[in-house]
């Protein structure tokens, strides 16, 4: 019933920039939070930033300042941009949606995308 696809990823050098974007698909009438995750080899799955519905923002203190979340609901599109990358920057990102409510009434909740690599080489 609902979708997340990411795009964006790829290979970069230390200070280049990528921008990610998940677009979430299905009979969806709102979402609630969306938010990118990153899991690196060997380590647990990490919240990277969050988006409100209404536009707040939350960031670990690892990209503060360097990357940017944003969002377009007419969409139901997620962005992540991404400046001033570093090799611990290197990880499987992925998008998620915390709870959207379906048309029909029912909610589908934490709903993942499939992830998208990004490296960071030095």
């Known amino acids: 019933q609902v979708q997340l696809v990411e795009s964006g990823g790829g290979l970069v050098q230390t200070g280049g920039s990528l921008r990610l974007s998940c677009a979430a698909s299905?009979?969806?009438?709102?979402?609630?939070?969306m938010g990118w995750y990153r899991q690196a080899p060997g380590k647990q799955r990490e919240l990277v930033a969050a988006i409100t519905s209404g536009g707040s923002t939350n960031y670990a203190d690892s990209v503060k300042g360097r990357f940017t979340i944003s969002r377009d609901n007419a969409k139901n599109t997620v962005y992540l941009q991404m400046n001033s990358l570093q090799p611990e920057d290197t990880a499987v990102y992925y998008c998620?949606?915390?709870?959207?409510?379906?048309?029909?009434?029912?909610?589908?909740?934490?709903?993942w995308g499939q992830g998208t690599q990004v490296t960071v080489s030095s």
């Open positions: 299905g009979t969806i009438f709102s979402i609630n939070a």
């Open positions: 998620n949606a915390d709870s959207v409510l379906l048309y029909g009434g029912t909610y589908r909740y934490n709903a």
